[in-house]
């Protein structure tokens, strides 16, 4: 199914020492090696900077019992480890059997070793269950993919209870610190750090879907050894859209273990004899240029690998959303009054939010169908889409095919077509409930709603929501031990639908958003062009959202909305200015009613716009420098964004509040090139009088810039470039 693997263009070297059973990748900067034990285990030997091509690993040692409690394969560092033989910490794999047994001991079969990467297949030592293994490094970036495919080679069936991606094992140290993600609705993205110690950490997904309460990205770092951009990090992110869970947890001897893949919780997957279940892909890499070495090299990977177009994704438009201006009261000459507006800003995409579709006048009625309403749009879309199109912008549309309100003739005629349990009240949140893209009929209808809809009309882009969680995780129309299914299929045809969308309109873009940033991981952005990270737009709030953020996932997926002051989550006013330049830190959108605006603020929108497209390139795709983190209650943040050739960079301060009158700090730049000269020019505010014209490279990271910053929600933002 699409987007469980995603193929290297450029593979790291993959060798077997068949003297030592030692299996090694060497990417840039990192080495990964694993070893097969005397007793066909196989044990994790190294992970973390890179070892020279003659260094000889030695061969993965005896694996003992600890005593009489704790046995060898709970306190040994294993790659991939059952539930059997007396495992007493997390599996990697649980399976049960007709006869009910639920023991599995996985023991090494044989292995390949291509140019591609290493499979090494395991085997059960008493039926014929297997697993295959998979390893495969980015050369240029060191990160690994790791997955697992379970076969069920017995006579009957047997069920997949609990199945990872990977077990990765961490260099024994006791000073480990895990930072990770969490947030709810308006409040993503929160970034929390905490000592790795005895006992688990369970970060997970139970809502069917990625879900804000976490994300499935970690970092982990030393205590007293790792900052900014110095110390050693591992991080990892798992490709899965659907629920999902990673355990971070250090064993009663001290080995700390990242277990990544499917949530077992209500988890049950039944194979028929020569059926095989696969897992989505945990990527983890190394670092040792601190979290931001980290965060770069994630979003370098994510440039060169994930994103659809990779290595040269293309470069995210500045867009117009209509929803704060109209909300559902949308309608052919209002939507062509905010277009007109929209075009003399200098916006590239014009989208139509929701309200254009069925009898969708508010939020309880009209979801599942997928025809213009033709009392707000009597001729179709057409001659809105003409109009925008004249106006030299693409046309972009809302939609939420993964939804139905009761209020629907789709509902009236398929009530069965629900995520449901069969005489059970039905949930719902937001007055909709979830289809069961499971159901191969439901995946077939969304796309074909979704094509006719596309073919019809000139659509750029679709703006796809995902608005509520699951509830009642049913599919009474499969056997009543197949239902649990579920998990895996829906998510497997959301990415069907995305990828055969993307196959019949090549040119088609594709926004991913979930009530705000509820699906957010390397699976669905292998699939779409960018990403809403959150439904607040407060410009201060963002600040600290997008910070954590960036830990995980690059600025140029990042959309970021510059909306009405006072702000509508906590009334909370900006200048147009602060708000733009909150905004251009990723990807920039404009969601203001237009209506509402005075010539002066069409005069600053129009030169912030201009001023953000001559920095596009190097926000987007350039390296990615927080050299003061709005994290902890700091008053202040400053980013840097460098292009990848070193030539530009752009810097943005921001002061949240003064009540005293303080020396304005020096900010040290990072990341340009120490030889060239640079001369700066400012988009927003002013650099001290007595700063250089021109310096060079050395000079702005060594000795640096002082932006005087004033009073309450304060910003600049100034470019460098060489000269």
């Not at 879900?211 to 990090?233: C, F, H, K, M, Y």
């Not at 009663?252 to 194979?271: E, Q, S």
């Not at 910003?715 to 460098?720: D, M």
Request: some cysteine; proline content about 5%; overall charge negative.
């Amino acid at each position: 199914m699409a987007a469980l693997a995603v193929p290297f263009r450029s593979s790291a070297s993959a060798v077997f020492d068949s003297a030592a059973k030692v299996f090694r990748l060497d990417g840039d900067g990192v080495t990964y090696a694993f070893g097969v034990d005397s007793a066909g285990q196989l044990q994790s030997l190294h992970w973390g900077g890179a070892l020279q091509a003659d260094d000889v690993l030695p061969a993965a040692p005896k694996a003992a019992d600890y005593s009489g409690f704790d046995r060898a394969n709970s306190v040994t560092p294993l790659e991939y480890v059952g539930f059997g033989g007396g495992l007493a910490i997390e599996p990697s794999l649980k399976v049960s059997y007709p006869n009910g047994v639920r023991d599995l001991v996985l023991k090494y079969a044989s292995h390949t070793v291509s140019a591609d990467g290493i499979v090494v297949r395991m085997k059960d030592v008493s039926t014929e269950v297997y697993v295959d293994l998979r390893y495969a490094m980015d050369k240029a970036t060191g990160i690994l993919a790791r997955s697992a495919v379970v076969e069920n080679k017995t006579r009957s069936w047997i069920r997949v209870d609990q199945m990872a991606a990977a077990t990765l094992n961490l260099p024994f140290a006791e000073d480990y610190e895990l930072q990770y993600l969490t947030g709810r609705w308006a409040a993503e993205w929160t970034l929390q750090k905490r000592p790795l110690e005895v006992g688990e950490t369970v970060l997970e997904s139970r809502m069917g879907m990625t879900g804000s309460q976490n994300n499935p990205w970690l970092a982990i770092s030393r205590e007293g050894l790792t900052d900014e951009e110095d110390g050693p990090v591992w991080f990892g992110a798992l490709a899965w859209s659907g629920s999902w869970r990673i355990t971070v947890d250090k064993d009663i001897v001290g080995h700390p273990r990242v277990t990544a893949g499917y949530n077992p919780f209500d988890f049950g997957y039944r194979l028929k004899p020569g059926e095989t279940l696969e897992t989505p892909v945990f990527y983890a890499g190394y670092s040792d240029k601190g979290m931001g070495g980290a965060s770069r090299l994630m979003h370098r990977f994510q440039r060169s690998v994930i994103l659809p177009n990779a290595p040269t994704p293309k470069l995210r438009p500045v867009l117009y959303n209509s929803w704060e201006a109209t909300e559902f009261a949308v309608d052919e000459a209002g939507q062509i009054a905010l277009a007109e507006k929209a075009a003399t800003l200098g916006v590239e995409r014009f989208v139509m939010d929701d309200g254009w579709f069925g009898k969708r006048n508010n939020d309880r009625a009209g979801l599942g169908d997928w025809v213009v309403n033709t009392e707000k749009f009597p001729k179709g879309l057409g001659p809105l889409i003409s109009k925008v199109r004249g106006l030299g912008m693409e046309f972009g549309l809302w939609v939420e095919p993964e939804m139905v309100n009761a209020d629907s003739d789709l509902y009236r005629a398929h009530p069965d077509w629900v995520i449901n349990f069969k005489d059970r009240p039905r949930s719902e949140g937001r007055n909709q409930m979830v289809l069961n893209l499971a159901r191969k009929d439901v995946r077939d209808y969304i796309l074909k709603s979704l094509d006719l809809l596309l073919r019809e009309n000139d659509i750029a882009f679709l703006k796809w929501d995902h608005n509520r969680s699951w509830s009642e995780p049913g599919w009474p129309e499969m056997a009543a031990e197949d239902q649990q299914k579920i998990y895996v299929d829906y998510t497997k045809n959301l990415y069907w639908i995305f990828a055969e969308l993307r196959r019949r309109y090549p040119k088609l873009e594709i926004e991913s958003c979930a009530g705000g940033g509820g699906r957010v991981d390397l699976g669905i952005m292998h699939l779409t062009d960018q990403i809403w990270p959150t439904d607040n737009t407060d410009p201060l709030d963002r600040l600290k959202m997008q910070d954590g953020f960036s830990h995980a996932y690059m600025p140029g997926v990042m959309m970021a909305w510059v909306t009405a002051s006072p702000n509508w989550v906590n009334k909370r006013s900006t200048s147009l200015e602060y708000r733009f330049l909150s905004s251009m830190q990723g990807c920039l959108g404009v969601g203001d009613n237009l209506n509402h605006w005075v010539p002066e603020d069409f005069a600053t929108a129009k030169r912030m716009i201009e001023a953000y497209k001559s920095i596009r390139q190097t926000v987007q795709r350039g390296d990615l420098y927080r050299l003061v983190s709005p994290q902890g209650g700091s008053e202040r943040s400053v980013t840097l964004s460098v292009s990848e050739d070193k030539r530009q960079a752009a810097l943005f301060t921001f002061l949240h509040s003064s009540s005293t009158f303080d020396a304005t700090p020096i900010i040290q730049l990072r990341g340009l090139d120490p030889e060239l000269r640079y001369g700066f020019r400012e988009i927003a505010g002013k650099a001290d009088t007595d700063t250089p014209a021109t310096a060079s490279g050395a000079y702005w990271m060594n000795h640096g810039i002082r932006v005087p910053l004033r009073g309450d929600f304060q910003a600049a933002g100034i470019v460098f470039e060489a000269v």
